[in-house]
């Protein structure tokens, strides 16, 4: 079992997938018709050269060619484009209970930092986000460190960023080889499902804590 840490001091947040949400299926579809496939030969396809990408072995061009080859589709420049503003525009959902649980750490007084594997196209759009920007002590982007998850070499960067030791640190990640590295490296990590099951395991998790009380989540009302 992983030890508890009663010496937290940072937590390590994901991006996709955990501080955005899933894309939503019609976001989706614009982009399976191009290339006349379905939903899951999409994602197959989609991780298929994404760590070249997020690594920025490749740009965008290539990558989308790349696509395009696998699927024997030709793109012309506007297509090009569209699929270069839709691969931001579909991750850009945000969970907004996490984002103000990320503030709420802040304030508490712990570091945050965020942790992903994103294309340099993408990284510089968060970092154009004011809001997103301000939430974090740190943020680590694949891309610009040309270190991908689930190296340890990146979770190591984000440490040394962070000035605290594997111990000292939360890290919360949808992809089980992550969290499973964090975990091998000292880190005590939670994999992400969902806000009330992260709700749940950290208010499990502070039962069985010493240290200053983490800040719970407030799951938001659909409208």
């Given at each position: 079992m992983q030890p508890i840490p009663h010496d937290l001091r940072a937590i390590i947040l994901d991006y996709g997938m955990v501080l955005c949400r899933q894309p939503a299926l019609g976001e989706i579809d614009r982009i399976t018709q191009i290339f006349g496939v379905d939903h899951p030969t999409f994602w197959q396809l989609y991780e298929r050269h994404r760590g070249a990408y997020d690594k920025n072995d490749i740009g965008g061009k290539e990558y989308w060619s790349r696509f395009a080859s696998d699927t024997n589709t030709s793109l012309d420049?506007?297509?090009?484009k569209k699929l270069l503003r839709w691969d931001i525009e579909i991750w850009s959902n945000l969970e907004e209970p996490l984002l103000?649980?990320?503030?709420?750490?802040?304030?508490?007084?712990?570091?945050?930092?965020?942790?992903?594997n994103l294309h340099l196209r993408f990284s510089a759009h968060i970092r154009s986000n004011s809001e997103l920007f301000e939430l974090f002590d740190h943020l680590i982007f694949s891309s610009e460190v040309r270190l991908i998850k689930p190296d340890p070499a990146i979770f190591l960067h984000c440490l040394e960023a962070l000035g605290v030791k594997p111990e000292q640190t939360l890290f919360i990640d949808d992809r089980e080889a992550n969290v499973e590295t964090a975990m091998a490296l000292g880190i005590y990590a939670i994999k992400y499902q969902s806000v009330p099951q992260l709700a749940a395991n950290l208010k499990a998790l502070q039962c069985q804590q010493e240290f200053k009380t983490i800040p719970s989540i407030t799951p938001f009302t659909e409208p």
């Open positions: 420049d506007d297509t090009l103000a649980w990320a503030r709420s750490l802040r304030a508490a007084g712990f570091q945050t930092a965020l942790l992903s």
